[in-house]
């Protein structure tokens, strides 16, 4: 039996330049980062696998340093008793100049060539491992053509960055069928979603979330293989979450009601660690003044981060509206809706959404 962590996408020197969130929250960003890649390596080294995959975009290149590459070297240099396999993605693709090739590397840690797929043979774990490594930023070749016979007598694992979502991508499209070929497991990069399409096929996803594209759970997938057949689930790992929450918002809440409502919005434990877009949604008092700048300041200590977004109607004064548009298609609309009743929320709710496609059109 084996057991391998698989990883990829952790963009280690990311920079957070085009987020929302303040600069000293990218720069922790950042930095976590790098501790959640540390965290991976110490994992496979405590777990005692056999093989720690990442599947490309392990670096950023336009902001990694060579410094930094020989931090990623001495990290998984720890990891002496763990074969650590490495393909390029289309963020660090393994070119001339590429820091992968200057740098010393141990020899339990194995970087897949670009050119094409390549195969590794470890003798001692009866195990062949594949790999596709990047030397562009846009790639459409056709992998499948490339694929050798299996070894029966051997365990085949496939590790490869690119889309098994779009066949028109520019990023390596991958036919949905690649888990048919024979592979005892097929480890994915790219996609940042953590996806597990069978037992012996899955994007482990980023394990450490980049915005707020990238709502949920991240981490890495874990597995075995032996002679009854592969087993994977995906691990949960990163330090912080991205989440988003709406919250329905009535006429009848004044600024502090709604204040409260945001602060208990999620329990403590969970605010304080992670990062919140929290929309808002219903109908807001005319006498309420949302100032969301100001109000996730307020809500600081509360939260480790959040954003407010404000998808709120106006509470219209219905009579004096009325009154001043009795003629025309504003008045009519009114009257027809209070005709069927205000007192149910979703006709009032109706009322609203519809006097401000009105009132602004």
Request: glycine residues 8%; proline residues 2%; hydrophobic residues 40%.
């Amino acid at each position: 039996m084996i057991r391998f962590i698989h990883t990829g996408d952790l963009h280690l020197g990311l920079q957070f330049k085009d987020v929302a969130f303040h600069r000293d929250k990218a720069e922790n960003r950042r930095l976590e980062l790098w501790n959640t890649f540390e965290r991976i390596v110490y994992k496979a080294i405590e777990d005692d696998v056999d093989f720690l995959f990442i599947a490309g975009d392990l670096f950023e290149e336009e902001y990694f340093t060579l410094g930094d590459m020989k931090r990623v070297r001495d990290n998984l240099a720890k990891a002496s008793d763990v074969r650590t396999i490495i393909t390029a993605g289309n963020h660090d693709p393994l070119r001339g100049n590429s820091l992968y090739n200057r740098v010393d590397w141990p020899e339990y840690v194995t970087i897949f060539a670009a050119g094409g797929i390549e195969k590794k043979e470890f003798v001692d774990k009866g195990v062949l491992v594949y790999g596709y490594s990047w030397d562009t930023v846009e790639n459409r070749e056709d992998i499948l053509e490339e694929l050798p016979d299996l070894d029966e007598k051997r365990i085949n694992i496939l590790i490869i960055h690119g889309d098994l979502l779009d066949r028109n991508s520019v990023y390596l499209p991958l036919d949905r069928n690649l888990d048919k070929v024979g592979f005892d497991y097929i480890g994915l990069g790219h996609i940042h979603k953590p996806t597990i399409y069978s037992n012996t096929m899955a994007y482990c996803g980023s394990p450490e979330p980049l915005d707020f594209g990238e709502i949920g759970p991240r981490g890495i997938i874990e597995g075995t293989i032996d002679e009854n057949g592969t087993n994977i689930e995906f691990t949960p790992f990163s330090k912080r979450m991205f989440l988003e929450r709406r919250l329905e918002i009535d006429e009848d809440m004044g600024y502090v009601d709604i204040m409260d409502e945001l602060k208990t919005i999620d329990e403590e434990s969970e605010r304080t660690i992670n990062l919140y877009r929290v929309i808002l949604k219903g109908v807001v008092n005319r006498d309420v003044n949302l100032d969301l700048e100001d109000m996730a300041r307020d809500l600081g200590e509360y939260f480790y981060y959040i954003e407010l977004i404000d998808e709120t109607t106006m509470d219209y004064d219905l009579e004096a509206l009325e009154a001043a548009n009795r003629d025309n298609i504003v008045g009519y609309f009114i009257r027809e809706m209070k005709d069927r009743g205000l007192e149910d929320r979703l006709t009032r709710d109706a009322l609203y959404i519809g006097l401000d496609v009105l009132m602004k059109g």
